[in-house]
């Protein structure tokens, strides 16, 4: 299902199963900002859907420590559309191939 600014806001985690110094996540408020983290970098930016599930997402300055990163704030702003399939936010890029998936959390 094609997401919807009401339908992807709240928090998306990792479901990778791998122990990070914090958890991977990405967190997208209502407001258009986001903010999260690969694991161990703090990340954010500024987002809007569009008709169709369209995505764009922008990124902001970030550290680049080195860690088991995630590439869940990647993503975001490499997608292109986004959908949602059951409990899990599913991103693709411009030529409809699946970049990663992220759970409600």
Partial sequence: TPITAQTVAGRWVA????RRTREAHVEL???GEWSGSDGC????GR???GAGGTLLATSR????MGC???PAGSWLYEARRAAIDGEQLVFFDGA???LGR???G
């Fill in 29 to 31: 408020s209502p407001g």
């Fill in 41 to 44: 970098n703090g990340e954010g």
């Fill in 15 to 18: 479901a990778d199963g791998v």
């Fill in 68 to 70: 088991e990163n995630h």
């Fill in 96 to 98: 409809a191939k699946e």
């Fill in 61 to 64: 300055p970030s550290t680049d």
């Fill in 102 to 104: 992220l759970q409600r």
């Fill in 47 to 49: 987002w809007v859907v």
